[in-house]
């Protein structure tokens, strides 16, 4: 979690507060070089690369984690993504010495490339060494991390910390001190099991990673249902990206992980925590008091991710995900009606924030906690890798577009960009109601013939093929 989703999280929100002095500093380093003053599209500009190359780092940090997990497995993978993150942070601290924009751009497309690699790696790991009667749970604390990561930036951004004007990059930089001490201990965890022994054949070394994980025990069984799903992949062996969207047997399983993952990103949360600092302004909340809005929007994020890891394996994924966007969706239609009414009287302004805190909570107790579990469910051994790819390049290109367009969208829509929001949301809801089955407590192979039995026009999807 520290070394992955926690980072990811942190570079959501960090750059939020520091947001005025990374423009000054725009400005200031463009004046000194061309000794003239640039225009305010420019450092929009800049500005937006800053944001969107950490999403286009991921692109790339998504793509190599086939290659990665596969031959340096899922432990060593975690570390050297790490390493990774550790010389972006480097990077990042020369940029105020040589006065140069384009260290942060580089910078931030190192961490963006450590953070995919390290989040499409903890999710498969977390899977595969969890037990299915916790498995939510488990995932779960990917959410959690993430939540952490956002309200350590949140908090670090504050006036009273590192959101000044002399060290903003700290603010930026502090997270390499967490990822030091994870490359030193992460070593002393277990391999995966699964990836032993389906992977690489080894059986004993999967019982010595099972004891070492859950306790004492033969865990024969879990070793056997290992078995099956090994005599499935023999039959079919693993795929490249190309070859499992090619798959009709697979393909209801990758669109339902495609679409949620993507709609969970498009649904606002990511530009909520990057331009707090530029919706609060949107929303009429006076300046001096927004950092400290957006570090109580992070705690209830927090709170509630930790609450769901309580319901989601009572509950399922199912109803969290579908809930939570419908929930969303009445939101943010709330938000761009209050917006529109912020002149008339001021407490409207105040009215607006709570409910884009009650969005947050929304989010993090429902999509944002379950969409993790339920991707991390849905594909066998054989197919997760390269599903693990797809949806990770797919995420951070989503995420790399919205963090370049958002700016420009608020400038030119204002408050009806929330619309969009809402419309995701909706749509979103209404795919996991009529979509998506339920995979609390299910063995991959059960899920898959579950998505074998989705009915489209008449006919199920195994009668398609």
Same mark, same amino acid.
């Given at each position: 979690?520290?070394?992955?989703?926690?980072?990811?999280?942190?570079?959501?929100?960090?750059?939020?507060?520091?947001?005025?002095?990374?423009?000054?500093?725009?400005?200031?380093?463009?004046?000194?070089?061309?000794?003239?003053?640039?225009?305010?599209?420019?450092?929009?500009?800049?500005?937006?690369?800053?944001?969107?190359?950490?999403?286009?780092?991921?692109?790339?940090?998504?793509?190599?984690?086939?290659?990665?997990?596969?031959?340096?497995?899922?432990?060593?993978?975690?570390?050297?993504?790490?390493?990774?993150? !550790?010389?972006?942070?480097?990077?990042?601290?020369?940029?105020?010495?040589?006065?140069?924009?384009?260290?942060?751009?580089?910078?931030?497309?190192?961490?963006?490339?450590?953070?995919?690699?390290?989040?499409?790696?903890?999710?498969?790991?977390?899977?595969?060494?969890?037990?299915?009667?916790?498995?939510?749970?488990?995932?779960?604390?990917?959410?959690?991390?993430?939540?952490?990561?956002?309200?350590?930036?949140?908090?670090?951004?504050?006036?009273?910390?590192?959101?000044?004007?002399?060290?903003?990059?700290?603010?930026?930089?502090?997270?390499?001190?967490?990822?030091?001490?994870?490359?030193?201990?992460?070593?002393?965890?277990?391999?995966?099991?699964?990836?032993?022994?389906?992977?690489?054949?080894?059986?004993?070394?999967?019982?010595?990673?099972?004891?070492?994980?859950?306790?004492?025990?033969?865990?024969?069984?879990?070793?056997?249902?290992?078995?099956?799903?090994?005599?499935?992949?023999?039959?079919?062996?693993?795929?490249?990206?190309?070859?499992?969207?090619?798959?009709?047997?697979?393909?209801?399983?990758?669109?339902?992980?495609?679409?949620?993952?993507?709609?969970?990103?498009?649904?606002?949360?990511?530009?909520?925590?990057?331009?707090?600092?530029?919706?609060?302004?949107?929303?009429? !909340?006076?300046?001096?008091?927004?950092?400290?809005?957006?570090?109580?929007?992070?705690?209830?994020?927090?709170?509630?991710?930790?609450?769901?890891?309580?319901?989601?394996?009572?509950?399922?994924?199912?109803?969290?995900?579908?809930?939570?966007?419908?929930?969303?969706?009445?939101?943010?239609?709330?938000?761009?009606?209050?917006?529109?009414?912020?002149?008339?009287?001021?407490?409207?302004?105040?009215?607006?924030?709570?409910?884009?805190?009650? !969005?947050?909570?929304?989010?993090?107790?429902?999509?944002?906690?379950?969409?993790?579990?339920?991707?991390?469910?849905?594909?066998?051994?054989?197919?997760?890798?390269?599903?693990?790819?797809? !949806?990770?390049?797919?995420?951070?290109?989503?995420?790399?577009?919205?963090?370049?367009?958002?700016?420009?969208?608020?400038?030119?829509?204002?408050?009806?960009?929330?619309?969009?929001?809402?419309?995701?949301?909706?749509?979103?809801?209404?795919?996991?109601?009529?979509?998506?089955?339920?995979?609390?407590?299910?063995?991959?192979?059960?899920?898959?013939?579950?998505?074998?039995?989705?009915?489209?026009?008449?006919?199920?999807?195994?009668?398609?093929?």
């Amino acid at each position: 979690g520290i070394g992955a989703n926690f980072q990811a999280g942190y570079q959501a929100t960090a750059l939020s507060s520091p947001t005025p002095f990374i423009k000054h500093f725009i400005n200031s380093s463009w004046c000194e070089r061309y000794e003239e003053t640039p225009p305010p599209e420019k450092v929009t500009m800049i500005w937006s690369l800053i944001v969107s190359s950490f999403g286009v780092g991921g692109l790339f940090g998504s793509w190599s984690f086939k290659f990665i997990a596969g031959n340096l497995g899922r432990k060593k993978g975690v570390i050297c993504g790490s390493c990774i993150s !550790i010389i972006a942070a480097i990077i990042m601290l020369t940029c105020k010495i040589t006065k140069s924009f384009e260290m942060i751009i580089m910078a931030r497309l190192l961490l963006g490339f450590g953070a995919g690699l390290g989040c499409c790696l903890h999710l498969i790991y977390l899977t595969e060494i969890s037990p299915k009667t916790i498995r939510g749970r488990v995932t779960l604390t990917l959410a959690n991390f993430f939540s952490l990561g956002k309200v350590t930036g949140g908090l670090l951004g504050l006036s009273e910390i590192f959101g000044t004007e002399d060290l903003w990059i700290v603010a930026l930089t502090f997270p390499a001190c967490f990822l030091v001490v994870h490359v030193f201990v992460f070593p002393f965890f277990p391999e995966s099991p699964r990836y032993l022994f389906i992977e690489k054949g080894d059986e004993e070394a999967c019982r010595k990673a099972l004891q070492s994980l859950w306790g004492p025990g033969d865990y024969r069984q879990e070793m056997d249902e290992m078995l099956v799903e090994q005599a499935a992949i023999e039959a079919a062996r693993p795929k490249s990206p190309v070859q499992l969207m090619k798959d009709r047997t697979v393909r209801w399983q990758l669109v339902t992980a495609v679409s949620i993952f993507l709609l969970n990103l498009l649904s606002g949360m990511s530009v909520i925590h990057t331009f707090s600092f530029d919706i609060f302004i949107e929303s009429g !909340i006076p300046e001096d008091k927004i950092r400290y809005i957006s570090l109580g929007l992070l705690m209830c994020e927090l709170i509630a991710s930790m609450s769901t890891s309580l319901l989601i394996d009572r509950f399922g994924r199912r109803p969290l995900i579908c809930v939570g966007f419908g929930a969303m969706c009445c939101g943010w239609v709330l938000v761009t009606v209050l917006l529109n009414l912020k002149g008339s009287n001021a407490w409207v302004s105040y009215v607006s924030a709570a409910l884009i805190i009650l !969005i947050i909570v929304f989010h993090s107790g429902g999509p944002g906690a379950a969409t993790s579990p339920l991707i991390g469910e849905l594909f066998v051994q054989s197919d997760r890798l390269a599903a693990f790819v797809i !949806i990770g390049m797919l995420g951070c290109l989503g995420m790399a577009v919205l963090g370049f367009a958002f700016p420009f969208l608020i400038i030119y829509l204002g408050s009806y960009s929330f619309v969009l929001f809402a419309c995701v949301c909706l749509l979103a809801s209404l795919y996991t109601f009529f979509i998506v089955p339920e995979t609390k407590g299910k063995t991959m192979l059960e899920i898959a013939e579950e998505f074998k039995a989705i009915s489209l026009c008449g006919k199920s999807s195994s009668e398609q093929l």
